[in-house]
């Protein structure tokens, strides 16, 4: 009979193997999340040197890649209600982050164990054009619908910050292609997306524009230093959706907020979740700074100028006071809100 460790030897014991899956989890994560900011800050740059690190759009799981035939599968041969929901991260983001602290669930597993809904998590390169990633989820999305055929009777939406204008991007590109997915959206969930910009990248423009305009070496070489940050980032100055919007301009020029007008699809329920920095929703941090990385304007698809308005109904609107722009990526409050808009039919 194998001898009995004694109470010593156990309490002094060291679990190798632990130690090991633990130090191999947080290797990984610490390379995703690299990799997520670095493709955030510089992601157009990684794309056009041809670097491997420049991420292609695509589905992923925990970290891991998803090939749309493995995802087709699970939708062709699994037990569920025939619904399918998107979750779509933001800048410098991931589909790792979505999952609550301290815990392996996230919004999609939970609407999976409750509502049989089937969840996919697409990641893609932030720092390239919103509208190049609009244009690359369009195409994503009519190959997954394609493959389905007609087991897919419903697509929901789950975006975060840059994800929602991506989607919107993709919903616009969608409609000009004729995409059949786009009919089959039926909810999209906004959660602090800046519809018509971020205020720190108008003040990043502001503050190059300034730099530009001073006859100094220095300030010239720091200019040029600041505007290496991605062309995503850029369009988030104030919410670039389309192409024409960027083409042959000058990304670093001290611009207007002239765009193209890009309207909701009249067939789709659109619910819109923001944060405030304050606990108080109406205290002048959070009207002055919204969720400290989107204006409540801005998230609300409020520009100032009427004709970009979304006017998304106000029953669809939550706010939820004390949570920052990252938390709202995952937090029990805000799936509380999900799972209440779910339920509706």
């Known amino acids: 009979m194998p001898k009995e460790k004694s109470k010593k030897e156990g309490k002094n014991s060291v679990d190798w193997q632990g130690t090991w899956n633990t130090t191999k989890d947080l290797a990984k994560k610490t390379k995703i999340a690299t990799g997520s900011i670095l493709n955030g800050t510089i992601g157009n740059h990684l794309e056009n040197w041809k670097l491997p690190l420049s991420r292609e759009m695509g589905f992923y799981q925990d970290g891991s890649f998803v090939d749309i035939q493995e995802l087709v599968d699970t939708i062709l041969n699994g037990k569920f209600n025939k619904k399918l929901c998107i979750l779509i991260h933001g800048l410098v983001s991931d589909e790792t982050m979505w999952k609550f602290p301290d815990s392996l669930d996230d919004y999609g597993k ?48 789950i975006t975060h910050s840059m994800g929602g204008l991506v989607t919107r991007s993709a919903c616009y590109y969608g409609q000009k292609t004729k995409s059949k997915w786009v ?22 423009n502001y503050v190059t524009s300034i730099l530009g305009a001073i006859p100094n070496p220095f300030t010239h070489l ?29 990304p670093d020029a001290f611009s207007n907020s002239e765009k193209t007008i890009v309207p909701l699809v009249p067939s789709i329920q659109y619910y819109v979740i923001t944060g405030t920095l304050h606990q108080n929703s109406g205290h002048f941090l959070s009207e ?58």
Request: proline content about 3%.
């Open 110 to 157: 939970l609407l999976q164990s409750e509502f049989g809904i089937i969840p996919a998590y697409v990641r893609y390169n932030s720092g390239r054009h919103i509208s190049d990633n609009g244009q690359d989820l369009n195409l994503l999305l009519s190959a997954l619908h394609s493959l389905c055929g007609k087991q897919i009777h419903e697509i929901q939406l």
């Open 183 to 204: 009919r089959s959206v039926t909810k999209i969930v906004f959660i602090g997306s800046p519809h018509h910009g971020a205020p720190l990248e108008k003040f990043g």
């Open 222 to 250: 720091t200019k040029k230093a600041i505007n290496l940050r991605s062309a995503g980032i850029k369009d988030l100055r104030y919410g670039l959706l389309v192409e024409e919007d960027w083409k042959d301009k000058d």
């Open 288 to 345: 002055f700074f919204g969720d400290a990385i989107v204006g409540k304007g801005s998230a609300l698809g409020k520009s100032g100028n009427s004709k970009y308005d979304l006017n998304f109904p106000k029953e669809n609107i939550a706010e939820i006071p004390g949570l920052t722009h990252i938390k709202l990526m995952h937090h029990q409050e805000v799936y509380s809100q999900i799972r209440v808009w779910f339920s509706k039919k």
